[in-house]
């Protein structure tokens, strides 16, 4: 228990200490070091070189802890993340055309990657040949296309733009994204030998997402904060016997419960920052580990971010090309924060033995390399456009 317990103070404290003393802030977010420094230490990198000292800090009971951990900071940030996704909210803001700009930024570049995938990565080093291959094509198009939410609205009061109209209509798009994101990860891991008891669940959610908000209002203001966590666990279990992913389970929990009734966990998103998700993205780096030359694994992350870039932008342009190229490009640039979201795809994918352990750090790679690199682009934008209010 003491080894554990330094472990993870040392997680939290070493990595923002170095980006602190090197003021790294406004070059890459903390939580993309975290997961940098987990691929440092990882098997594949300075554990290979040292395999005795990683085993003597790594033992099992020590993962077994950091694994408990981990599984604790996604159930939160999904079940925070389904709290925030509220799509019915956006459409009566936004109204009916939000459909057509969701199409464009976030369809057409998921459509686009995906067929770039199935042109690029065939190699059965990046995938498994035993499953279908439409699971891998769309699934990868989802990840390298996605936007994290949360990353985007750091990114967002990075740039001062948070709170203007801009930042709304960013967050709108995103809403979508996120929405798609979800919606592939139930039907990708739903198809298969537990297809019966997906459906039993998916099913318990549409009644939910109608009884719950209910329920509450009944039960009264002081049972909120015991009945939402019990539901959020329950789900998270149901769903993982059900063949899902725990974290769909925490997900829907948040999509049913009203945001009005969740008052009570204000706060929590920043809490788990510096409490749980330290642990998270560093364990996260720390289990990447690849079966073949690094320098091919940073060729196909750089593939993977090139990818993501020129796709977005098409997708951008068609549905912004009006505001002109500037508008264009800085949104594209914003809006490759990729964050926890495409982490927590290819995690569920690599679970579910879509993808392969090289394509998995691949993944990794690249969303640090684009979390990093999308503020820094979009101030370059930023300064040939008119003040944004």
């Keep these: 228990m003491v080894t554990t317990l330094l472990i993870i103070s040392a997680m939290v404290l070493i990595?923002?200490?170095?980006?602190?003393?090197?003021?790294?802030?406004?070059?890459?977010?903390?939580?993309?070091?975290?997961?940098?420094?987990?691929?440092?230490?990882?098997?594949?990198?300075?554990?290979?070189?040292?395999?005795?000292?990683?085993a003597d800090i790594f033992t099992q009971p020590v993962r077994a802890s950091l694994d408990t951990i981990q599984t604790l900071a996604i159930v939160i940030f999904a079940f925070i993340a389904g709290l925030e996704?509220?799509?019915?909210?956006?459409?009566?803001?936004?109204?009916?055309?939000?459909?057509?700009?969701?199409?464009?930024?976030?369809?057409?570049?998921i459509l686009m990657a995906a067929g770039l995938f199935a042109v690029f990565f065939q190699d059965p080093i990046w995938h498994n040949l035993d499953q279908n291959p439409w699971k891998f094509i769309w699934a990868m198009g989802v990840a390298t296309c996605i936007t994290a939410l949360p990353m985007l609205v750091v990114a967002c009061r990075s740039l001062?733009?948070?709170?203007?109209?801009?930042?709304?209509?960013?967050?709108?798009?995103?809403?979508?994204?996120?929405?798609?994101?979800?919606?592939?990860?139930?039907?990708?891991?739903?198809?298969?030998?537990?297809?019966l008891l997906s459906t039993v669940f998916l099913a318990t959610t549409a009644v939910l997402y109608w009884l719950w908000p209910r329920l509450l209002a009944r039960c009264g203001e002081n049972c909120w904060p015991s009945l939402t966590v019990a539901l959020v666990l329950a789900m998270a279990a149901f769903s993982h016997w059900a063949g899902l992913h725990y974290l769909l389970g925490a997900f829907f929990a948040g999509m049913v419960t009203p945001r009005h009734t969740a008052e009570w966990n204000q706060g929590m998103q920043q809490q788990q920052m510096f409490w749980l998700m330290p642990v998270f993205f560093i364990w996260t780096g720390l289990?990447?580990?690849?079966?073949?030359?690094?320098?091919?694994?940073?060729?196909?992350?750089?593939?993977?971010?090139?990818?993501?870039?020129?796709?977005?932008?098409?997708?951008?342009?068609?549905?912004?090309?009006?505001?002109?190229?500037?508008?264009?490009?800085?949104?594209?640039?914003?809006?490759?924060?990729?964050?926890?979201?495409?982490?927590?795809?290819?995690?569920?994918?690599?679970?579910?033995?879509?993808?392969?352990?090289?394509?998995?750090?691949?993944?990794?790679?690249?969303?640090?390399?684009?979390?990093?690199?999308?503020?820094?682009?979009?101030?370059?934008?930023?300064?040939?456009?008119?003040?944004?209010?």
């Design 15 to 54: 990595p923002w200490l170095i980006v602190k003393s090197l003021r790294l802030e406004s070059w890459i977010p903390l939580p993309m070091f975290q997961i940098l420094t987990g691929l440092i230490l990882g098997p594949s990198a300075l554990g290979a070189l040292y395999p005795e000292i990683f």
């Design 160 to 195: 001062g733009i948070y709170g203007t109209d801009l930042y709304h209509r960013l967050l709108m798009l995103v809403t979508f994204d996120d929405l798609i994101l979800w919606t592939t990860v139930a039907l990708i891991v739903a198809f298969g030998q537990t297809l």
């Design 85 to 109: 996704l509220k799509p019915a909210e956006v459409i009566a803001r936004e109204g009916n055309t939000i459909w057509l700009k969701a199409l464009q930024v976030v369809l057409v570049p």
């Design 287 to 389: 289990k990447a580990q690849w079966s073949m030359e690094f320098t091919g694994i940073l060729s196909a992350a750089v593939i993977m971010y090139m990818i993501a870039v020129s796709t977005k932008f098409v997708g951008v342009w068609l549905a912004y090309r009006t505001e002109g190229i500037n508008m264009v490009l800085f949104k594209t640039a914003v809006l490759q924060n990729k964050g926890l979201m495409e982490i927590f795809l290819a995690t569920v994918l690599l679970k579910a033995e879509i993808i392969s352990i090289n394509m998995f750090s691949a993944v990794v790679i690249m969303s640090v390399i684009s979390t990093a690199s999308a503020v820094p682009l979009a101030r370059l934008f930023q300064n040939k456009l008119p003040k944004i209010t």
